[in-house]
T-cell receptor
């Protein structure tokens, strides 16, 4: 069964450093998403991406964040200058043809720890 | 601003019995609802969804009921099995027609199936 994959599973970085989280969505999906879950809190939407541009973003997704689909398979989230409060699980998701477009399938997540 | 509420942080059910997980929402623009199951250190796994044009959707042991007038949905699991022990998230989206709509999640209910 096709699945969303994410790398790395755990990333540790120093405050102020740039990090790039990587995702490989399900191959025939067209819509891509990033979410985060701070420990003990609910899963929060960050951004969605379609047709090589941002479709929707939340107020969490400020200028420190950016997304990119550099090739036909990867979807990345970049945090330019990490802060302590960026420590969270980051989940990538995708949806699209072959499934109900509105049903999003999630990857296993990347745990980001900012020291 | 909790647009999706799961008021029971945890629920304990005996194996073989019915598990009923509840979810309330406040945003009348939501028209697509999903249930996800999550184990620790894993991403949310899609279980079942329902569109606002329906009041019930069934898939094997899982049934979701939607009461639009009450802005309430519930997930029934019959019969409950030990492997069902996990955190269950209710999520909703307001499909605005542009695709790639972010999901709004509840805080989750930790279901524990007792042998």
């Amino acid at each position: 069964e096709p699945e969303v994959t994410q790398t790395p599973s755990h990333q540790v970085t120093q405050m102020g450093q740039e990090v790039i989280l990587r995702c490989v969505p399900i191959s025939n999906h067209l819509y891509f998403y990033w979410y985060r879950q701070i420990l003990g809190q609910k899963v929060e939407f960050l951004v969605s991406f379609y047709n090589n541009e941002i479709s929707e973003k939340s107020e969490i997704f400020d200028d420190q964040f950016s997304v990119e689909r550099p090739d036909g398979s990867n979807f990345t989230l970049k945090i330019r200058s990490t802060k302590l409060e960026d420590s969270a699980m980051y989940f990538c998701a995708s949806s699209g043809p072959g499934t109900n477009t509105d049903t999003q399938y999630f990857g296993p997540g990347t745990r980001l720890t900012v020291l | 601003d909790q647009q999706v509420k799961q008021n029971s942080p945890s629920l304990s059910v005996q194996e073989g019995r019915i598990s009923i997980l509840n979810c309330d929402y406040t945003n009348s623009m939501f028209d697509y609802f999903l249930w996800y199951k999550k184990y620790p250190a894993e991403g949310p796994t899609f279980l079942i969804s329902i569109s606002s044009i329906k009041d019930k959707n069934e898939d094997g042991r899982f049934t979701v009921f939607l009461n639009k007038s009450a802005k309430h949905l519930s997930l029934h699991i019959v019969p409950s099995q030990p492997g069902d022990s996990a955190v269950y998230f209710c999520a909703a989206s307001a499909v605005t027609g542009g695709g790639a709509d972010g999901l709004t999640f509840g805080k989750g209910t930790h279901l524990i199936i007792q042998p």
